[in-house]
């Protein structure tokens, strides 16, 4: 088991880093993401070695995506990623298929659009932690990078309809998601439906700019729980700065785990959730983001010193469950995030990751170096968490881990 979570922890960073002023003006756009792009594909096949938690590991993965008219206004859209891994935890698969998205989309006017299949549905603004990306618990198969990029990146879609209407400035998005089965399938080759629509829920989210400030309000439904509200918020600070403001709240029911730990029972109650901070890009393509994050369903320092206190197996389970529903299991939490691309000569990015979380004061850093040549890339990566071993980032605190990565992409 240590060997596969060092190895879900250290793998593979996010792909090609795309220009920091291109991101920082898609951090500004509040609109859903609906990916209409030109018909062609990319495929890669990337192997990874590494050692963490004292033990080695090692990855095969590929990873494709095809998009296709079929007519005009009609297009074909697939993206599936496999990872094949050696060791493999006890009684997992050694490979396990990720199909992220797979849907038709329906261009019927000049803003007017229809999609139909499984689509991984990215909502929000924030770069380390999104409040209103609902349809992010459960969807991770395989972890590949603890990046949130890559995170929001490689997952399951859900099965879903959207339609969306496109103004000026502005978008009108809605979406129903049924129900198609009743439990998770761990079967490493499965489509796993019960994971993404294990219940009916529906989303409508509108989304308007005023100059340089861009807002959009969601109202989110699920089967048998409240409805749940998020707001994002984009403002241009000046020419290289974005500020942004995430955040949804709703009342809801803690998990059953949650509730032990804190000893609240299984009361309804409102809980916000808020991820605040800024981006700011230099003229060098450097490009940094800090944000402060907040999870009104975590434990507080009292709840969390003593669920510490008690056997490891429900340290242990709280910390899984954390892991699928991608929520921190405490409060409060610095994010700190750098990127440089052609850092000192061309084609090298660097990249630094930083959490700390302010209840138990524990951190974790990533960091990471990836050349490009050409239909090559090349990277090396560290991580390492520091705290006590019942700590939130502290359980791997005495062995950092590395890893080398080689990908190869097919265009």
């Known amino acids: 088991m240590r060997v596969a979570v060092a190895a879900a922890l250290l793998a593979a960073g996010a792909a090609r880093a795309d220009d920091a002023d291109e991101a920082a003006l898609r951090l500004a756009d509040a609109a859903p993401e609906v990916t209409h792009a030109a018909a062609g594909g990319r495929l890669f096949v990337e192997g990874a070695a590494g050692r963490g938690g004292g033990d080695g590991f090692r990855r095969l993965s590929l990873d494709l995506r095809y998009e296709h008219a079929l007519a005009p206004g009609l297009r074909a859209f697939v993206a599936n990623r496999l990872d094949v891994r050696s060791p493999t935890p006890d009684g997992a698969d050694a ?4 199909l992220k998205e797979a849907y038709l989309g329906w261009q019927m006017s000049a803003d007017a659009l229809l999609d139909l299949g499984r689509i991984n549905l990215k909502n929000g603004v924030a770069a380390g932690y999104n409040p209103t990306d609902w349809f992010r618990a459960g969807a991770v198969r395989s972890v590949v990078s603890i990046d949130p990029a890559s995170l929001r990146e490689n997952r399951q879609g859900s099965v879903m309809l959207r339609g969306q209407r496109l103004w000026p400035g502005g978008s009108l998005t809605a979406l129903y998601a049924p129900r ?13 439906f019960g994971a993404t629509n294990g219940r009916e829920r529906g989303l409508v989210a509108v989304g308007e700019t005023f100059g340089g400030l861009a807002l959009q ?7 048998e729980r409240s409805t749940q509200y998020g707001l994002n918020l984009t403002a241009l600070a000046n020419d290289a700065t974005v500020a942004h403001i995430e955040w949804s709240g709703g009342r809801e029911r803690p998990s059953p785990l949650m509730a032990a730990a804190a000893g609240s029972g299984s009361a309804d109650a409102w809980r916000n959730r808020l991820a605040a901070g800024f ?12 944000e402060y994050h907040y999870n009104g369903a975590g434990l507080d320092t009292t709840a969390w010193n003593a669920l510490r206190r008690t056997p490891p197996q429900r340290l242990a389970h709280l910390r899984a ?17 750098a990127n440089w691309q052609d850092a000192f000569v061309p084609r090298l990015n660097l990249a630094l990751m930083h959490h700390r979380d302010l209840t138990d004061d524990s951190r974790r850093i990533w960091l990471e170096a990836r050349y490009h040549a050409g239909d090559i890339e090349y990277a090396i990566q560290w991580q390492r968490g520091d705290g006590s071993p019942t700590s939130r980032f502290g359980a791997f605190g005495g062995s950092p881990g590395w890893q080398a990565v080689l990908r190869h992409y097919f265009q």
């Open 95 to 98: 490979a396990i298929n990720t």
């Open 217 to 223: 309000f969601l109202v989110y439904r699920e089967a």
């Open 180 to 192: 198609l089965a009743r439990s998770p399938d761990d079967d490493g080759l499965s489509l796993d």
């Open 321 to 337: 469950e954390a892991l699928a529903t991608q929520e921190a299991p405490t409060r409060h939490t610095l994010f700190l995030h």
């Open 279 to 290: 981006t700011w890009t230099s003229p060098q393509r450097l490009s940094l983001t800090a």
